[in-house]
């Protein structure tokens, strides 16, 4: 049973650019969270989703940022325009149910912005 | 304000030392405290969780000690090992659907030989 899969690893974008982070739960989970990481920082709670639903953004950007899970494929977390302040390693997490259920983290998206 | 403090940021032990890292919070209406810990390269793992109704759970080397009237929470490691050298971040949230994880700043551990 393969574990919540993000892709890419390593990101590197110029300032300006797109970049799209991509996070497959694992199976049977249909619970999905993104989180963001600085360096020296805990992790910060971006946004809550569930199949085709948005249940909670109230840690995600106002402008730029956006995310999304579709009934088919992974989870996208697509950032617009980045700036050198969004390069961060990116965490995908996902649960079979409600958050308080065993949460499983994937291994990140290094995002650095040039 | 939904915030979890944690300290130290930092710990080194020696093998066989019990490190303890804390952690406070401020909303009482956090009811589900869990501890991961984090290895280089990796994403946070779940450590062991408590639940305010009860004071202490304990799993294996790891406990966790609860003082819900000062709202703190300690994370506490039985002889520790090298390979336990890792990040260490306490977390907490409200129970349901809605609920998201609000994560302290992490204490790096160090166990020397």
């Known amino acids: 049973n393969a574990g919540v899969m993000q892709n890419p690893r390593h990101l590197v974008r110029r300032r300006g650019q797109e970049a799209r982070l991509r996070c497959s739960p694992m199976k049977g989970h249909s619970h999905v969270y993104w989180y963001r990481q600085l360096p020296e920082e805990g992790l910060k709670f971006m946004v809550y989703l569930q199949k085709e639903n948005i249940i909670d953004e109230s840690g995600m950007p106002k402008e730029r940022f956006s995310a999304e899970f579709p009934k088919e494929g992974p989870s996208i977390l697509r950032i617009q325009q980045v700036v050198r302040g969004d390069s961060a390693a990116y965490f995908c997490?996902?649960?079979?149910?409600?958050?308080?259920?065993?949460?499983?983290f994937g291994s990140g998206t290094q995002l650095s912005v040039l | 304000q939904q915030q979890v403090k944690q300290s130290p940021q930092s710990l080194i032990v020696q093998k066989g030392g019990i490190p303890i890292i804390n952690c406070a919070y401020e909303?009482?209406?956090?009811?589900?405290f869990p501890w991961y810990q984090q290895f280089p390269g990796k994403g946070p793992a779940l450590l062991i969780a408590i639940r305010p109704d009860v004071s202490e759970k304990k799993e294996g080397r790891f406990t966790i000690s609860f003082n819900k009237s000062a709202k703190q929470f300690s994370l506490h490691i039985m002889d520790s090992q090298p390979g336990d050298s890792a990040t260490y971040f306490c977390?907490?949230?409200?129970?349901?659907?809605?609920?998201?994880?609000?994560f302290g700043t992490g204490t790096r551990l160090q166990v020397t030989l």
């Open positions: 909303n009482t209406a956090f009811d589900y």
């Open positions: 977390a907490a949230s409200t129970t349901g659907t809605a609920s998201k994880l609000t």
């Open positions: 997490a996902s649960s079979r149910g409600q958050l308080n259920e065993k949460l499983f």
